[in-house]
């Protein structure tokens, strides 16, 4: 079935990094627009980054740019978010979503759990 | 670019209907008809419900609708089932800068 499940979440001190990856299955990986998304533990929703289906056009959220980096590995079926320079803030769920045409997300990972703490 | 306002909750006993309102500005709602709506119930991932203002995507009930007027978009669930207490968030484009941004998220209580 239509699938993503997201890894590489865990405990990392302030300034550190992380690697988190969305696996996709059930679906044709190359013809779909991604993002990620986070929530902060009690809040709700933040966009934080997208990246178009062949990986070219890239977006991302005030509060990440210059920090966070999208990329994607269609023949691996494969979507990526290089976290670095992490802060307190940045403490929240991890979620990737497939985007559509009409610029919804209609499937969503469970979610990994990044957090920043010393 | 700041988030699209939700009130922050919402109630209502199971049979009645609530609407959630969803009020942004001329740069987001206002200037562009990709506005969804998103179901999350605690400890689980968001659930779309309404994308394009007024679409239901496939197995969501048609007791869930939507609708926009000028920069503010509405969720109205009618006949209210005990399942449906829950968190929603709406969404919507927001131009080239930032251009996706959530509500703050509503918190529906089914008394």
């Known amino acids: 079935q239509v699938q993503l499940v997201e890894s590489g979440g865990g405990l990392v001190k302030p300034g550190g990094s992380l690697r988190l990856s969305c696996a996709a299955s059930g679906f044709t990986f190359s013809d779909y627009y991604m993002s990620w998304i986070r929530q902060a533990p009690g809040k709700g929703l933040e966009w934080v980054s997208y990246i178009s289906s062949s990986g070219t056009i890239k977006y991302y959220a005030d509060s990440v740019k210059g920090r966070f980096t999208v990329s994607r590995d269609n023949a691996k079926n494969s979507l990526f978010l290089q976290v670095n320079s992490l802060r307190g803030e940045d403490t929240a769920v991890y979620f990737c979503?497939?985007?559509?045409?009409?610029?919804?997300?209609?499937?969503w990972g469970q979610g990994t759990m990044v957090t920043v703490s010393s | 670019q700041s988030a699209l306002t939700q009130p922050r909750s919402v109630s209502g006993s199971p049979g009645q209907s609530v609407t959630i309102s969803c009020t942004g500005t001329s740069s987001d709602i206002g200037g562009y008809n990709f506005v969804s709506w998103y179901q999350q119930h605690p400890g689980k991932a968001p659930k779309l419900v309404i994308y394009?203002?007024?679409k239901r995507p496939s197995g969501v009930p048609d007791r869930f609708s939507g609708s926009k007027s000028g920069n503010t978009a509405s969720l109205t669930i009618s006949g209210l089932q005990v399942e449906d207490e829950a968190d929603y968030y709406c969404y919507s484009h927001a131009g080239a800068y930032t251009p996706w941004v959530f509500g703050g998220g509503t918190r529906l209580t089914v008394l």
């Open positions: 394009n203002v007024s």
């Open positions: 979503a497939r985007m559509t045409t009409d610029d919804a997300f209609d499937i």
